[in-house]
């Protein structure tokens, strides 16, 4: 029978991920600070730590799955931390949207204890982890990648190499800003052709059999009505949060300073992410950049 894999983090993301490893066989021990999340998830078979550590003591594969790299760095190397039971030769695998840097820095205070560290993070949602068919960008050491794609493959139907560890990271982040950029671009366009008089079906339409096609316009397209199945249809309920975009963004403006690599529109989309949270959409999915650019309407 197969060994337990530790779990911290049952969020949004978490508890199917997780759960799509119980469905695979493997027995889980988790742990999350909010009681609700670890109740839940009980009641689906897995067994529920106090701490981390505890997560660390009975199981020598743990995936974390945290908001930001602050929590991270808490579920690591706090006082109850994993590094505190650490078995050595055990995989962590952390698949949070985190800093690149910070990643580096776990990696290191893993291998001090004479664990492996890689980073995972995610694309694809909520539906994604649901259904198993996220993908995961792996960096790490290539020789421990088949170690967690066994694991990773559960909850995701691609598992990619992308090279040392934090180049997960790297990839996630770079995808995200480009996907930000994109939306807001998107965003004014269908609002600019409205205010022009075109129909907004015919206008996405035409781009999307255009040079100006993108995934926020053919697949997620921010305007209500345009597209069923999306959050612009459900009053940008669901989905990808502004907060959460804007926090990804300010993890590129990072590694743009740490790099000095220009990336003027990413700046910008950041600021109108950060100004959306602060205008009460940190709530809504990040497409209600739509809804924001046109608050002025009169
Ligand atoms: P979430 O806030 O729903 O879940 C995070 C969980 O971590 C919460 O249950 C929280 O209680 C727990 N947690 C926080 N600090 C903890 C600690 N110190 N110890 C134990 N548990 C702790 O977030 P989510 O939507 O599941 O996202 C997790 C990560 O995945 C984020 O980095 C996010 O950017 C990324 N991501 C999210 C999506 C999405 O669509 N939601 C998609 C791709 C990637």
Redesign the pocket.
Same mark, same amino acid.
């Given at each position: 029978s197969k060994t337990p894999v530790g779990f911290?983090?049952?969020?949004?993301? *978490?508890n199917p991920m997780a759960k799509n490893l119980l469905k695979h066989g493997y027995p889980v021990v988790a742990? /999350?600070?909010?009681p609700e999340?670890c109740k839940d998830f009980q009641d689906s078979g897995a067994q529920i730590m106090d701490s =981390?550590a505890d997560v660390a003591e009975k199981a020598d594969r743990i995936i974390t799955?945290? =908001?930001?790299s602050a929590?991270a760095i808490?579920?690591y190397t706090?006082s109850n931390g994993i590094l505190k039971k650490v078995k050595k030769g055990s995989l962590l695998i952390d698949?949070?949207?985190?800093d690149p840097a910070v990643s580096k820095e776990l990696a290191k205070a893993v291998e001090k204890m004479g664990a492996v560290f890689m980073d995972a =993070?995610?694309? *694809? *949602?909520?539906g994604a982890a649901r259904s198993g068919n996220l993908t995961f960008m792996v960096g790490g050491v290539e020789q421990e990648f088949d170690a967690a794609k066994e694991l990773l493959s559960c909850m995701g139907a691609n598992v990619v190499y992308c090279g040392a560890v934090g180049t997960g990271q790297a990839a996630k982040i770079c995808n995200n800003m480009l996907l930000a950029i994109s939306m807001i671009g998107t965003s004014e366009t269908m609002n600019l052709g409205i205010r022009l008089g075109l129909d907004p079906k015919l206008l996405a339409k035409i781009l999307n059999m255009s040079s100006g096609r993108c995934w926020s316009s053919d697949t997620y397209n921010p305007v209500p009505g345009v597209m069923e199945g999306v959050p612009s249809a459900n009053n940008y309920q669901g989905?990808? *949060?502004t907060t959460?975009m804007a926090? /990804?963004l300010g993890l590129a403006q990072d590694s743009a300073t740490n790099t000095k690599s220009p990336t003027p529109l990413g700046s910008l989309a950041h600021q109108i992410y950060r100004v959306m949270c602060a205008k009460g959409y940190a709530q809504k999915d990040f497409s209600s950049v739509f809804q924001f650019l046109r608050e002025d309407e009169n």
């Open positions: 911290v983090g049952l969020g949004n993301m *978490g742990f /999350d600070v909010f999340a =981390p799955m945290l =908001p930001s929590n808490e579920v706090g698949s949070s949207t985190i =993070p995610v694309s *694809g *949602g909520v989905g990808f *949060g959460l926090k /990804d």
